[in-house]
């Protein structure tokens, strides 16, 4: 018999309590949208505490509950530094680019009018491509990270879960667009950064020893400077989840929203800090949970410490801060694609122009939500729908963003680098089991391939993603420079 946390009628109670929170917040907050740019960007004149609190809860997902920790137990401290500052370092890296695109589209809406601009119409249809994907695999996973929550903790069947949260958020995002979002995400940020706090607070004072000194005690490869994973796990995380998030059209809404550079800067150094403080938390949770017990289910090492037969007060806050987590993120992705068919659906459809677009693109929406809901109540693995969208991202990220500094890449060979980076990197991209890939133990017998390409699949498929477009670019250059 499995073990029921709350009973489902509670988690149930306690879903529409924090969602109907956010809906009657939606409706008091929400006003008539002038146009297209408000809905998308709001009125430009965002602060620091907004911008910071929004790009903060908007990035961390549900997901946080159990990748981080998952990947941990696998890869040790490696990949709980790779994973956090792969979050973190999107926002680093728009430091950069952030203000140098505002300056060039001062009234810009998406990443789209640059590729636009810059490669031309093919890129553009590649990009909305990977973008379109990556965001819906994204939608996909956080409704399905919470869903397997609530099952977990009272099994409630996934497809109630994933109905509600998905209703939930389409009753206020719609209405009230990105402005609406920014609002929900302060509060988000408050529900989150306290329930974390008294995670901490509860975990290192519930085990015997410092809390390093019981990993290095029980479980030492996990810390080993020598073991390989706690490389390639790190890298493999940091490349994927920093290349993938440069495409998240939700942070690039951010970027046009802010009132100025300044604040858009200080904003995103903020922000980058507690992403990467939340998430290697998450994920030294993972390496704590692992030590103490060696058999824990890794999506669920956070909550093998934090849970507690005896206390529902923590049962709740475990479910405030999930749900906190999930609502941020899917109304920002909702909002986000919804952002881009308005502005670029009519380069691909052309009826998704005129005075009823708004309405046609909610329709798509809700369209969209119930393909979402019904691959939600499916259950596929997290981690697993995460990686896939990320390796379609690194495919593209070296191509599109060195093309803000090199002008020599004209649309052929952007196009050319992208689709090769992507079949190399499908290549080698492995099964849900890990053990084997397209090439390798299918097109080609796995013993024929080293040890370290067998088991490190994962961290070669990104790699190859990132440096084949990358050598194809140098190449190129270099052989003009001699001409």
């Known amino acids: 018999m499995e073990k029921i946390y709350i009973s489902s009628q509670s988690s149930l109670a306690l879903i529409l309590f924090v969602g109907s929170f956010f809906v009657i917040l939606g409706f008091l907050n929400s006003k008539k949208i002038s146009n297209k740019k408000s809905y998308i960007v709001g009125d430009r004149n965002e602060n620091s505490f907004s911008l910071t609190t929004s790009l903060t809860a908007s990035a961390l997902g549900a997901w946080i509950l159990f990748g981080p ?26 430091i ?50 919470i869903a397997f929550l609530l099952n977990f903790l009272s099994n409630v069947p996934l497809w109630i879960t994933s109905a509600f949260t998905l209703i939930i958020c389409l009753l206020y995002i719609l209405r009230g667009g990105f402005k609406l979002s920014i609002i929900t995400d302060k509060y988000q940020f408050i529900f989150i950064t306290l329930v974390i706090l008294l995670s901490v607070f509860l975990v290192l004072n519930n085990i015997d020893l410092p809390s390093f000194e019981l990993i290095k005690k029980n479980s030492p490869k996990l810390v080993d400077i020598n073991y390989l994973p706690n490389y390639t796990a790190g890298l493999t995380f940091f490349i994927a989840v920093a290349a993938t998030n440069l495409f998240h059209q939700g942070n690039w809404q951010r970027v046009f929203s802010a009132k100025n550079d300044s604040v858009l800067k200080l904003s995103l150094i903020y922000s980058s800090i507690l992403i990467f403080i939340i998430v290697f938390w998450m ?39 999930a749900l906190s987590l999930t ?14 068919i308005i502005v670029n659906g009519n380069q691909i459809n052309k009826s998704l122009e005129g005075k009823d677009n708004n309405k ?21 693995s997290i981690l697993y729908l995460f990686l896939l969208a990320d390796l379609l991202c690194c495919a593209a990220v070296i191509t599109i963003f060195y093309g803000f500094f090199n002008k ?52 070669i498929s990104f790699l190859l993603s990132l440096i084949v477009p ?14």
């Open 69 to 94: 920790a998952s990947a941990a137990t696998w890869g040790g401290m490696g990949a709980v530094i790779g994973y956090a500052l792969g979050t973190a370092a999107p926002m680093l890296f728009l």
């Open 96 to 145: 950069s680019f952030g203000p140098k695109i505002r300056k060039e589209f001062p009234n810009g809406l998406t990443l789209t009018q640059f590729i636009k601009k810059r490669f031309g119409m093919g890129i553009l249809k590649i990009s909305l491509f990977l973008i379109f994907f990556y965001m819906t695999i994204f939608l996909i996973a956080e409704v399905t990270a």
């Open 283 to 321: 994920g030294y949770s993972g390496l704590i949970a692992y030590s103490l017990n060696p058999k824990v289910i890794p999506d669920l090492g956070f909550f093998d410490l934090i849970l507690d037969d005896n206390n529902s007060l923590i049962v709740i806050a475990i479910l405030v801060l």
């Open 327 to 340: 609502l941020s993120t899917i109304d920002t992705l909702i909002n986000a694609i919804s952002s881009l």
């Open 360 to 380: 046609k693109v909610n329709l798509i929406i809700v369209i969209l939500c119930i393909i979402v809901f019904f691959l939600a109540s499916k259950g596929f």
């Open 408 to 459: 020599k890449i004209d649309s052929i060979l952007a196009s050319s680098s992208i689709i090769a980076g992507l079949l190399f990197g499908l290549l080698f991209f492995p099964s849900q089991n890990f053990q084997s890939s397209i090439l390798v133990g299918n097109l080609i017998d796995i013993d024929n391939f080293s040890f370290f390409i067998r088991t490190n699949l994962l961290f």
């Open 470 to 483: 990358f050598l194809m670019i140098s190449i190129y250059s270099l052989r003009n420079s001699f001409k």
